[in-house]
């Protein structure tokens, strides 16, 4: 590891698992001083005290703007600024098969982590980066924000107005130096898309993850698993001045899903000629 973001410090949201996890332990192997914000207080602790004097963790619900709002003054209290707000925090809702099925008693739930956090995080942290130099924004969206489909609409129009959010706020904060993108994660393997019983024992735990994992590869032309790592690494890279010029994207990490269909349908229709000409 080298030293990318020495002297800075920086705020990840639902860091006790999963991308924002990843994305704490890369940070401080690149010289940030991190503070981990989460519901999840014990595994938060842990991870924090696991990185000495380069990490802090402060319980924090994002869809309360008054915590986030004393998430940002701690972590400027504690390490002495703030630089780089990685707004992670999220969560899938209810999983019903048909909308017609949902009963849209998450939605407040959802929207209000899901984009109210976000939009709370990125403006206390701009507000202080505003007086401060700037600094780097980063949003953690989603492919259902992206692509239309069946299923989690909830969870699909917050991810959405993230994506639309990320770029009006870019445009909205530049004039301040402070840079504003986001992330479009794919089959990312994380408890948020295990799919197993909270009840299951590892064995059933395993297999959901090979069974569920298999249905993932069907529309992701890279047939490659997607880990945290693989999204903390983007993360990374928009929060270097590696990206000092980018600034309002939304960038997919994803293994090709959001690239096109991987079918070849042309081979599909030639199977079928045949099978019609010679049945």
Same mark, same amino acid.
């Given at each position: 590891m080298g030293q990318e973001l020495a002297g800075k410090v920086a705020i990840v949201t639902g860091a006790a698992g999963g991308i924002g996890r990843a994305t704490v332990e890369l940070f401080v192997a690149e010289g940030a001083k991190?503070?981990?914000?989460?519901?999840?207080?014990?595994?938060?602790e842990e991870l924090a005290a696991?990185?000495?004097?380069?990490?802090?963790?402060?319980?924090?619900?994002?869809?309360?703007a008054d915590e986030v709002k004393a998430l940002v003054a701690y972590a400027v209290s504690h390490f002495g600024g703030l630089h780089i707000m990685f707004n992670n925090a999220g969560?899938?809702?209810?999983q019903y098969p048909r909308f017609l099925d949902d009963d849209l008693k998450d939605f407040q739930r959802v929207i209000g982590i899901n984009l109210f956090g976000v939009m709370a995080g990125s403006q206390a942290a701009a507000r202080h980066m505003s007086k401060h130099g700037g600094g780097?924004?980063?949003?953690?969206?989603? +492919?259902?924000?992206?692509? *239309?489909?069946?299923? $989690?609409?909830?969870?699909? %129009?917050?991810? #959405?107005?993230? !994506?639309?959010?990320?770029?009006?706020?870019?445009?909205?904060?530049?004039?301040?130096g402070i840079r504003v993108n986001c992330l479009a994660p794919g089959h990312i393997r994380t408890p948020l898309?295990?799919?197993?019983?909270?009840?299951?024992?590892?064995?059933?735990?395993?297999?959901?993850?090979?069974?569920?994992?298999?249905?993932f590869d069907?529309?992701?032309?890279?047939?490659?698993?997607g880990y945290p790592i693989d999204v903390a690494q983007v993360v990374l890279f928009l929060a270097s001045d590696r990206a000092a010029q980018?600034?309002?994207?939304?960038?997919?990490?994803?293994?090709? +899903?959001?690239?096109?269909? *991987?079918?070849?349908? $042309?081979?599909?229709?030639? %199977?079928?000629? #045949?099978?019609? !000409?010679?049945?």
């Open positions: 991190v503070v981990l914000a989460d519901v999840d207080a014990r595994q938060g696991q990185f000495g004097a380069s990490a802090a963790f402060k319980r924090t619900d994002v869809s309360d969560i899938s809702g209810a780097v924004i980063i949003n953690n969206a989603s +492919i259902a924000g992206v692509l *239309p489909g069946q299923a $989690l609409m909830t969870y699909r %129009a917050s991810k #959405a107005a993230v !994506i639309m959010f990320s770029k009006s706020s870019a445009i909205d904060f530049a004039e301040y898309t295990s799919f197993a019983p909270a009840d299951a024992s590892p064995e059933v735990a395993e297999r959901v993850k090979q069974a569920v994992g298999a249905a069907v529309n992701q032309p890279l047939k490659r698993t980018v600034t309002g994207i939304v960038m997919p990490v994803d293994g090709g +899903i959001t690239a096109g269909d *991987p079918v070849n349908h $042309l081979t599909e229709i030639q %199977a079928a000629r #045949a099978r019609a !000409i010679k049945p």
